[in-house]
Antibody
Framework: QITLKESGPTLVKPTQTLTLTCTFSGFSLSTSGVGVGWIRQPPGKALEWLALIYWDDDKRYSPSLKSRLTITKDTSKNQVVLTMTNMDPVDTATYYC?????????????WGQGTLVTVSS | AIRMTQSPSSLSASTGDRVTITCRASQGISSYLAWYQQKPGKAPKLLIYAASTLQSGVPSRFSGSGSGTDFTLTISCLQSEDFATYYCQQYYSYPPTFGQGTKVEIK
Protein backbone atom coordinates (compact mmCIF):
# COMPACT_ATOMS: atom_id res chain seq x y z
CA GLN A 1 0.00 0.00 0.00
CA ILE A 2 1.53 3.26 -1.17
CA THR A 3 1.15 6.33 1.02
CA LEU A 4 2.74 9.77 0.89
CA LYS A 5 2.60 12.65 3.32
CA GLU A 6 3.83 16.21 3.01
CA SER A 7 5.28 18.20 5.88
CA GLY A 8 6.67 21.68 6.31
CA PRO A 9 5.76 25.18 7.42
CA THR A 10 2.24 26.46 7.00
CA LEU A 11 3.34 30.09 6.89
CA VAL A 12 6.38 31.66 5.28
CA LYS A 13 7.32 35.28 4.77
CA PRO A 14 7.95 36.83 1.38
CA THR A 15 11.53 36.31 0.13
CA GLN A 16 12.03 33.33 2.46
CA THR A 17 12.89 29.83 1.27
CA LEU A 18 10.28 27.09 1.59
CA THR A 19 11.37 23.55 2.41
CA LEU A 20 8.83 20.76 2.10
CA THR A 21 9.37 17.09 2.88
CA CYS A 22 7.49 14.19 1.37
CA THR A 23 7.69 11.02 3.46
CA PHE A 24 6.43 7.92 1.72
CA SER A 25 5.94 4.21 2.26
CA GLY A 26 4.98 1.22 0.17
CA PHE A 27 7.68 1.72 -2.44
CA SER A 28 11.37 2.51 -2.67
CA LEU A 29 13.02 5.27 -4.62
CA SER A 30 15.87 2.88 -5.30
CA THR A 31 13.56 0.75 -7.48
CA SER A 32 14.06 1.21 -11.20
CA GLY A 33 11.40 3.35 -12.87
CA VAL A 34 9.99 4.98 -9.76
CA GLY A 35 9.59 8.71 -9.35
CA VAL A 36 8.13 11.24 -6.92
CA GLY A 37 6.77 14.58 -8.02
CA TRP A 38 5.47 17.80 -6.53
CA ILE A 39 2.33 19.56 -7.70
CA ARG A 40 0.69 22.66 -6.24
CA GLN A 41 -2.76 24.20 -6.31
CA PRO A 42 -3.51 27.82 -5.37
CA PRO A 43 -6.82 28.23 -3.54
CA GLY A 44 -9.69 27.77 -5.98
CA LYS A 45 -7.37 27.29 -8.93
CA ALA A 46 -6.00 24.52 -11.10
CA LEU A 47 -3.12 22.13 -10.52
CA GLU A 48 0.43 23.07 -11.49
CA TRP A 49 3.28 20.58 -11.79
CA LEU A 50 6.52 21.69 -10.14
CA ALA A 51 9.22 19.03 -10.11
CA LEU A 52 10.03 15.32 -10.32
CA ILE A 53 12.86 13.09 -9.16
CA TYR A 54 13.50 9.53 -10.29
CA TRP A 55 15.15 6.52 -8.77
CA ASP A 56 18.35 7.23 -10.72
CA ASP A 57 18.45 10.83 -9.41
CA ASP A 58 17.25 12.24 -12.73
CA LYS A 59 15.47 15.51 -11.95
CA ARG A 60 12.94 17.55 -13.89
CA TYR A 61 11.65 21.04 -13.11
CA SER A 62 8.90 23.32 -14.30
CA PRO A 63 10.61 25.65 -16.79
CA SER A 64 8.86 28.69 -15.33
CA LEU A 65 10.06 27.93 -11.79
CA LYS A 66 13.32 26.10 -12.47
CA SER A 67 15.55 28.85 -11.08
CA ARG A 68 13.77 28.70 -7.72
CA LEU A 69 13.33 24.94 -7.23
CA THR A 70 15.54 22.15 -5.96
CA ILE A 71 14.38 18.57 -5.50
CA THR A 72 16.42 15.94 -3.66
CA LYS A 73 15.86 12.47 -2.28
CA ASP A 74 17.00 10.51 0.74
CA THR A 75 16.43 6.89 -0.19
CA SER A 76 17.37 5.59 3.26
CA LYS A 77 14.67 7.75 4.88
CA ASN A 78 12.08 7.31 2.11
CA GLN A 79 11.89 11.06 1.72
CA VAL A 80 11.89 13.63 -1.06
CA VAL A 81 12.58 17.26 -0.29
CA LEU A 82 11.51 20.28 -2.35
CA THR A 83 12.95 23.71 -1.74
CA MET A 84 11.58 26.86 -3.32
CA THR A 85 13.46 30.12 -2.91
CA ASN A 86 12.27 33.70 -2.86
CA MET A 87 8.69 32.93 -1.88
CA ASP A 88 5.97 35.39 -2.89
CA PRO A 89 2.30 35.68 -1.93
CA VAL A 90 1.38 34.22 -5.35
CA ASP A 91 3.06 31.00 -4.20
CA THR A 92 0.33 30.51 -1.62
CA ALA A 93 -1.06 27.08 -2.43
CA THR A 94 -1.63 23.54 -1.32
CA TYR A 95 1.49 21.55 -2.16
CA TYR A 96 1.14 17.86 -2.98
CA CYS A 97 3.70 15.14 -3.49
CA UNK A 98 2.75 12.18 -5.62
CA UNK A 99 4.04 8.84 -6.94
CA UNK A 100 4.94 8.56 -10.63
CA UNK A 101 4.60 4.88 -11.61
CA UNK A 102 6.30 4.94 -15.00
CA UNK A 103 9.55 6.61 -15.85
CA UNK A 104 9.12 9.52 -18.34
CA UNK A 105 5.33 9.20 -18.10
CA UNK A 106 4.57 12.07 -15.82
CA UNK A 107 1.24 11.06 -14.36
CA UNK A 108 0.54 10.33 -10.72
CA UNK A 109 -1.30 7.37 -9.25
CA UNK A 110 -0.92 8.06 -5.53
CA TRP A 111 -1.01 11.47 -3.87
CA GLY A 112 -0.32 12.83 -0.43
CA GLN A 113 -3.04 14.71 1.42
CA GLY A 114 -1.39 18.05 0.64
CA THR A 115 -0.10 20.84 2.83
CA LEU A 116 -1.33 24.42 2.62
CA VAL A 117 1.45 26.97 2.54
CA THR A 118 0.57 30.63 3.00
CA VAL A 119 3.03 33.33 2.03
CA SER A 120 2.43 36.49 4.00
CA SER A 121 4.34 39.01 6.04
CA ALA B 1 4.28 24.06 -22.94
CA ILE B 2 1.20 22.25 -24.19
CA ARG B 3 -2.00 23.98 -23.16
CA MET B 4 -4.94 21.86 -22.05
CA THR B 5 -8.43 23.33 -22.34
CA GLN B 6 -11.43 21.70 -20.70
CA SER B 7 -15.06 22.32 -21.46
CA PRO B 8 -17.35 23.10 -19.91
CA SER B 9 -15.82 24.81 -16.87
CA SER B 10 -18.79 23.66 -14.86
CA LEU B 11 -21.98 21.72 -15.35
CA SER B 12 -25.07 20.86 -13.40
CA ALA B 13 -26.42 17.33 -13.56
CA SER B 14 -28.67 14.95 -11.72
CA THR B 15 -27.95 11.56 -10.28
CA GLY B 16 -28.33 8.99 -13.03
CA ASP B 17 -27.38 11.39 -15.82
CA ARG B 18 -24.74 10.65 -18.43
CA VAL B 19 -22.02 13.31 -18.24
CA THR B 20 -19.32 14.08 -20.78
CA ILE B 21 -16.33 16.37 -20.21
CA THR B 22 -14.05 17.42 -23.04
CA CYS B 23 -10.33 18.16 -22.96
CA ARG B 24 -8.46 19.64 -25.91
CA ALA B 25 -4.68 19.82 -26.24
CA SER B 26 -2.97 22.69 -28.06
CA GLN B 27 -0.96 20.12 -30.02
CA GLY B 28 -1.10 16.39 -30.54
CA ILE B 29 -0.36 14.28 -27.49
CA SER B 30 -1.11 10.81 -28.85
CA SER B 31 -2.81 9.01 -25.95
CA TYR B 32 -0.69 10.45 -23.16
CA LEU B 33 -3.60 11.80 -21.18
CA ALA B 34 -4.76 11.25 -17.61
CA TRP B 35 -7.99 12.22 -15.84
CA TYR B 36 -8.26 13.01 -12.14
CA GLN B 37 -11.16 13.56 -9.78
CA GLN B 38 -10.83 16.01 -6.91
CA LYS B 39 -13.27 16.57 -4.08
CA PRO B 40 -13.16 19.67 -1.89
CA GLY B 41 -10.25 19.63 0.54
CA LYS B 42 -8.91 16.37 -0.87
CA ALA B 43 -6.04 15.36 -3.11
CA PRO B 44 -6.71 14.49 -6.75
CA LYS B 45 -7.46 10.86 -7.50
CA LEU B 46 -6.28 9.20 -10.69
CA LEU B 47 -9.22 7.85 -12.69
CA ILE B 48 -7.84 7.13 -16.15
CA TYR B 49 -4.43 7.09 -17.83
CA ALA B 50 -3.32 6.47 -21.38
CA ALA B 51 -6.55 8.23 -22.39
CA SER B 52 -8.76 5.19 -21.82
CA THR B 53 -7.19 2.84 -19.26
CA LEU B 54 -9.16 2.71 -16.04
CA GLN B 55 -7.05 2.92 -12.91
CA SER B 56 -7.45 -0.07 -10.59
CA GLY B 57 -10.43 0.30 -8.27
CA VAL B 58 -12.18 3.01 -10.32
CA PRO B 59 -15.84 2.20 -11.10
CA SER B 60 -16.61 1.12 -14.66
CA ARG B 61 -19.11 3.96 -15.10
CA PHE B 62 -16.05 6.12 -15.79
CA SER B 63 -14.57 5.88 -19.27
CA GLY B 64 -12.16 7.87 -21.37
CA SER B 65 -11.63 8.18 -25.09
CA GLY B 66 -9.74 10.14 -27.68
CA SER B 67 -6.28 10.58 -29.10
CA GLY B 68 -4.29 13.34 -30.71
CA THR B 69 -5.82 16.59 -29.51
CA ASP B 70 -9.38 15.77 -28.45
CA PHE B 71 -10.38 13.67 -25.45
CA THR B 72 -13.49 12.95 -23.44
CA LEU B 73 -14.27 11.67 -19.96
CA THR B 74 -17.69 10.09 -19.66
CA ILE B 75 -19.57 9.17 -16.52
CA SER B 76 -22.29 6.83 -17.71
CA CYS B 77 -24.64 7.06 -14.73
CA LEU B 78 -23.77 9.86 -12.33
CA GLN B 79 -23.72 8.89 -8.68
CA SER B 80 -23.83 11.20 -5.67
CA GLU B 81 -20.18 10.54 -4.92
CA ASP B 82 -19.19 11.73 -8.41
CA PHE B 83 -19.94 15.38 -7.73
CA ALA B 84 -16.44 16.82 -7.83
CA THR B 85 -13.98 18.70 -10.03
CA TYR B 86 -12.30 16.80 -12.85
CA TYR B 87 -8.92 17.60 -14.37
CA CYS B 88 -7.18 16.33 -17.48
CA GLN B 89 -3.40 16.20 -17.69
CA GLN B 90 -1.09 15.59 -20.62
CA TYR B 91 2.17 13.75 -20.16
CA TYR B 92 3.21 13.54 -23.79
CA SER B 93 5.88 16.13 -23.30
CA TYR B 94 7.68 17.89 -20.53
CA PRO B 95 6.45 19.81 -18.64
CA PRO B 96 3.26 17.94 -17.82
CA THR B 97 0.30 20.30 -17.84
CA PHE B 98 -3.23 20.23 -16.46
CA GLY B 99 -6.51 21.58 -17.71
CA GLN B 100 -8.31 24.23 -15.71
CA GLY B 101 -10.85 21.79 -14.33
CA THR B 102 -14.54 21.00 -14.79
CA LYS B 103 -16.78 21.22 -11.75
CA VAL B 104 -19.70 18.80 -11.75
CA GLU B 105 -22.47 20.13 -9.52
CA ILE B 106 -25.82 18.86 -8.41
CA LYS B 107 -28.75 20.20 -10.42
Amino acid sequence: QITLKESGPTLVKPTQTLTLTCTFSGFSLSTSGVGVGWIRQPPGKALEWLALIYWDDDKRYSPSLKSRLTITKDTSKNQVVLTMTNMDPVDTATYYCAHDPVVTEYYFDYWGQGTLVTVSS
Amino acid sequence: AIRMTQSPSSLSASTGDRVTITCRASQGISSYLAWYQQKPGKAPKLLIYAASTLQSGVPSRFSGSGSGTDFTLTISCLQSEDFATYYCQQYYSYPPTFGQGTKVEIK
